[in-house]
T-cell receptor, first 114, second 114 residues
C-alpha cells in the first residue's frame, strides 16, 4: 500500500529565510504527488502537483517542489518565506488503482518568526 | 467562483445525539469524499461517492453514514457521536481523476461532542 512520510512535525524559520519541507513516499508505480497547505481552521488548498516530466514543479505562492525518484522524495521549497506562510503543509500521493484516492502524510507545522 | 461549501463551519452536538454535516459543490465533479482529521494527524478517508456509487473504507466505523441525493450535495451522518468523534470533517471533490489531479476541499466542519 502507498504511504507518505513527513519526518518534520514542526519547523520554525525566520521571515525571509529559505524553506524546505521534506516528504518521502512509498508507491509501487509512477507516483502522482501533491502538496497541500492548510491555514488554521480552514480546508486544504492545493499548492502544486507532479505527474511526470520535469522533476521541478512550480506552484502557487512562490512554492516549488522537486521529485527525486532515486530518493523517493518530493520536497517542498520556497526561497524566501513570508509571515503569511505559517500554516500546516501536507504531502500526498495519489493511488490510481485504489479508487483514485489520495493518501496524506501527517503534516508539517510551519512557524514563521518575524 | 466554483467551490465546495461545508455547513456549518462549527457544530456542537451532545454525546449520542445524531448529527448531520453538509457539503455542496458547484464544480459538477462526479466524485465526493469525506475525510476525518484529528488534531496533528493526517486527514483520514472515511468514504467516497463515485457518482451514485458509495465506497466505504474498510476501517470506517458503522456509526458513520453518508448520503448523496444528487450531484451537488453530500451528507455525513454520525448516528451516535462519541467523544472520540470530535474532529474536523473535510469534504472534497474531484472530477474522477482525483489521484491524478488532486481534490478541491471545502473549509471543513469542526465537530465538538459534549
Amino acid at each position: 500500500a502507498q504511504s507518505v512520510t513527513q519526518p518534520d512535525i514542526h519547523i520554525t524559520v525566520s521571515e525571509g529565510a529559505s524553506l524546505e519541507l521534506r516528504c518521502n513516499y512509498s508507491y509501487g508505480a509512477t507516483p502522482y504527488l501533491f502538496w497541500y497547505v492548510q491555514s488554521p481552521g480552514q480546508g486544504l488548498q492545493l499548492l502544486l502537483k507532479y505527474f511526470s516530466g520535469d522533476t521541478l514543479v512550480q506552484g502557487i505562492k512562490g512554492f516549488e517542489a522537486e521529485f527525486k525518484r532515486s530518493q523517493s522524495s518530493f520536497n517542498l521549497r520556497k526561497p524566501s518565506v513570508h509571515w503569511s506562510d505559517a500554516a500546516e503543509y501536507f504531502c500526498a500521493v495519489g493511488d490510481t488503482g485504489g479508487g483514485n484516492k489520495l493518501t496524506f502524510g501527517t503534516g508539517t507545522q510551519l512557524k514563521v518568526e518575524l | 467562483d466554483a467551490m465546495v461549501i461545508q455547513n456549518p463551519r462549527y457544530q456542537v452536538t451532545q454525546f449520542g445525539k445524531p448529527v448531520t454535516l453538509s457539503c455542496s459543490q458547484t464544480l459538477n465533479h462526479n466524485v465526493m469524499y469525506w475525510y476525518q482529521q484529528k488534531s496533528s494527524q493526517a486527514p483520514k478517508l472515511l468514504f467516497h461517492y463515485y457518482d451514485k456509487d458509495f465506497n466505504n473504507e474498510a476501517d470506517t466505523p458503522d456509526n458513520f453514514q453518508s448520503r448523496r441525493p444528487n450531484t451537488s450535495f453530500c451528507f455525513l451522518d454520525i448516528r451516535s457521536p462519541g467523544l472520540g468523534d470530535a474532529a474536523m470533517y473535510l469534504c472534497a471533490t474531484s472530477s474522477g481523476g482525483g489521484a491524478f489531479y488532486g481534490y478541491t476541499f471545502g473549509s471543513g466542519t469542526r465537530l465538538t461532542v459534549v
